[in-house]
């Protein structure tokens, strides 16, 4: 069974760091890539950064671009999520999920686009106090 795995999450004062992961299991292909999304209560769903297991090219947001960092260890078939300078309005549900068949991010139409990706993790809080 596939499963994507967040973890990392927690609460943490405005300024802070904080490193989520998505552990994959029973993946048996290794060209995917990783995007990672929040939610805030009320609000949609955000694309916030993607990465490719293949070539390791990223896209970001531009509200978190030069704050997050995401990268992939290929040998624990994990994808980090590292969030530095946060914010309150960083806060919400972060989920991480996988877009099958993808040698860089650039031959993903919107990375931002949650339509783009297959399959979703569970996600896991990010709680950025003021």
């Known amino acids: 069974e596939v499963q994507f795995v967040e973890s990392g999450g927690g609460l943490v004062q405005a300024g802070g760091s904080l490193r989520l992961s998505c552990a994959a299991s029973?993946?048996?292909?290794?060209?995917?890539?990783i995007g990672w999304f929040r939610q805030a209560p009320g609000k949609e769903r955000e694309g916030v950064s993607c990465i490719s297991r293949v070539d390791g090219s990223t896209y970001y947001a531009d509200s978190v671009k030069g704050r997050f960092t995401t990268s992939t260890d290929n040998a624990k078939n994990t994808v980090y999520l590292q969030m530095n300078s946060l914010k309150p309005e960083d806060t919400g549900v972060y989920y991480c999920a996988v877009r099958w068949g993808i040698a860089a991010v650039t031959d993903i139409s919107n990375p931002q686009d949650e339509t783009e990706y297959d399959y979703w993790g569970q996600g896991t809080q990010v709680t950025v106090s003021s």
């Open positions: 029973g993946v048996t292909f290794d060209d995917y890539a």
